[in-house]
């Protein structure tokens, strides 16, 4: 496979990183927040969260006309700090945790795509992101 272009995602969220951590991470939570609008959702989520792990979510149109798996096995995880992993398709993935006080910084780099735009797939993840950090934030620790 040829080296793609990296694209970037980013967000900063008013809670501390052990919060947004779990959030992030744990099954229960997955499926509450991983969709870039309200027509979708992720009614599966499973996480081996360690080196090696494999982690799998179901998205799926709520209206049931479209869905597909997402998944991979992570290659580093260094708790609240780091979380980078290979999708099935062999596309690398790295997302850093700043915390800082009761502000968290979160970046997504993932290589691209060949399918969907540069600008569609960093539209697609930024929503998701932004429905990470409005879960986050609304919903008490």
């Known amino acids: 496979m040829?080296?793609?272009?990296?694209?970037?995602?980013?967000?900063?969220?008013?809670a501390p990183v052990e919060k947004v951590w779990e959030y992030w991470t744990e099954p229960t939570h997955i499926t509450k927040w991983n969709s870039a609008s309200d027509d979708?959702?992720?009614?599966?989520?499973?996480?081996?969260?360690?080196a090696g792990g494999k982690f799998h979510s179901r998205m799926e149109a709520?209206?049931?006309?479209?869905?597909?798996?997402?998944?991979?096995?992570y290659d580093e995880v260094k708790l609240h700090e780091v979380i980078a992993y290979t999708l099935g398709d062999g596309r690398k993935v790295?997302?850093?945790?700043?915390?800082?006080?009761?502000?968290?910084?979160?970046?997504?780099?993932?290589?691209?795509?060949?399918?969907?735009?540069?600008?569609?797939?960093?539209?697609?993840?930024q929503a998701i992101l932004d429905n990470f950090k409005k879960y986050a934030?609304?919903?008490?620790f």
């Open 94 to 125: 790295n997302i850093t945790f700043k915390g800082q006080d009761n502000v968290t910084k979160v970046i997504e780099t993932f290589d691209a795509e060949t399918e969907n735009s540069i600008e569609l797939q960093q539209q697609g993840w």
């Open 2 to 14: 040829e080296t793609s272009k990296k694209i970037t995602v980013e967000t900063t969220i008013q």
């Open 62 to 73: 709520k209206d049931g006309s479209f869905g597909f798996d997402f998944g991979g096995i």
């Open 40 to 50: 979708w959702h992720t009614p599966i989520a499973e996480n081996d969260l360690r």
């Open 137 to 140: 934030e609304q919903t008490t």
